[in-house]
């Protein structure tokens, strides 16, 4: 099957600058892509450099087999839906939805039936005729991917269209879109910086840092299996302890051990703090590493407790079915497969 989408060795200058470092990228049709990472980090610029807003040093860019690299925008038939939404605020619901067709010469009974049949699909029926300023964050959302959708791209491009609005409007249109991306069989590249978003739509993801890609694969891979320190970090693995490798293990400071691929020496041990446990001094723990500590701090942010422990030197998060008094000494159990460790000197 042919790709949708192929960056082959894809290099982008800011000035002096190389901001983009050889990526490497396919894309299948139908396949839901998410750029991941920090503020800086090169994703949008990608997604630029995709679209035709940023020229390319060096590498190629084809989409459906046809090479794209220098060709202008409105050349390469992709359509971006942009954080600000970029809507027409003199037109219409149905005019702003329409205006890609009318530009590709679209007779206008064929527009005006394309505009009811995404209005519909939207959930935007009866709201044709309305303003811009006069929709809800998350309406002019659906607007903005209206108008994206209309023309039909081989490419669906993403730029944090998510990012104005509410936590609780985000949840609700993520859930949205991936079920049209899927009903639609859409091909999408989404970036965000919002690990949870990114996580929640993509069927792969595409983690980068300073310019190159830190890690690829599907969601459950980048979280379960990071391939460094900052992608466990990146992925909520916030917590860290410093631990030693020895006979091809790591063991916590009150027992238990972990097999981990190392050579001997110092450590660093990464862990989520909804994927730890709290357990009480003196009760027979499960599998997993074991560390003396202090409850220093807890807090209910619901569903159960969070708890801030003093152990090994530095302090951690992990969450509690218990709350343990402040000031008492718990034990905290890490189970090894929300163990992530890592060489000292690894990043």
């Not at 839906?81 to 007779?107: D, E």
């Not at 862990?271 to 997993?288: D, I, K, N, S």
Request: charged content about 20%; hydrophobic content about 45%.
């Amino acid at each position: 099957m042919q790709s949708a989408l192929t960056v082959e060795g894809v290099c982008v200058d800011y000035g002096a600058s190389r901001v983009l470092r050889q990526i490497n990228l396919t894309v299948k049709k139908s396949e839901f892509v998410a750029l991941l990472g920090a503020s800086g980090c090169g994703k949008t610029t990608l997604l630029r450099a995709i679209a035709g807003f940023v020229p390319v040093a060096q590498g190629r860019i084809g989409v459906e087999g046809r090479d794209i690299t220098h060709a202008p925008p409105e050349a390469r038939g992709n359509a971006m839906v942009f954080q600000s939404y970029a809507l027409w605020p003199h037109m219409t619901v149905a005019r702003n939805i329409g205006y890609g067709l009318k530009l590709r010469g679209w007779a206008k009974a064929r527009i005006a039936a394309r505009v009811v049949e995404l209005l519909a699909l939207l959930r935007l029926d009866g709201l044709g005729d309305r303003l811009p300023a006069q929709l809800s964050g998350g309406q002019r959302q659906r607007v903005a991917l209206g108008r994206a959708l209309a023309v039909e791209p081989p490419l669906l491009l993403l730029d944090e269209p998510m990012s104005n609005l509410d936590a609780r409007v985000r949840e609700t249109l993520r859930h949205e879109l991936r079920a049209l991306q899927r009903q639609l069989g859409i091909t999408a590249i989404h970036v965000t910086h919002d690990r949870e978003e990114a996580m929640t739509l993509a069927d792969r993801i595409l983690l980068l840092r300073d310019g190159v890609i830190a890690q690829e694969g599907p969601p459950e891979a980048l979280w379960s299996r990071p391939a460094s320190a900052y992608v466990a970090d990146f992925l909520g693995a916030t917590n860290e302890l410093a631990v030693q490798a020895g006979g091809g293990a790591v063991r916590g400071g009150a027992g238990g051990a972990v097999a981990v691929a190392l050579p001997d020496g110092p450590a660093r041990l990464l862990f989520r703090p909804q994927e730890a446990t709290v357990l009480p001094v003196g009760e027979a723990p499960p599998p997993g590493l074991v560390f003396e500590g202090v409850a220093r701090q807890v807090t209910y942010p619901g569903g159960g407790f969070r708890v801030a422990i003093e152990t090994s030197g530095r302090q951690v998060l992990a969450d509690s079915a218990w709350s343990p008094a402040e000031g008492s000494a718990v034990r905290l159990l890490v189970p090894p497969a929300a163990a992530h460790v890592f060489a000292a000197t690894q990043t």
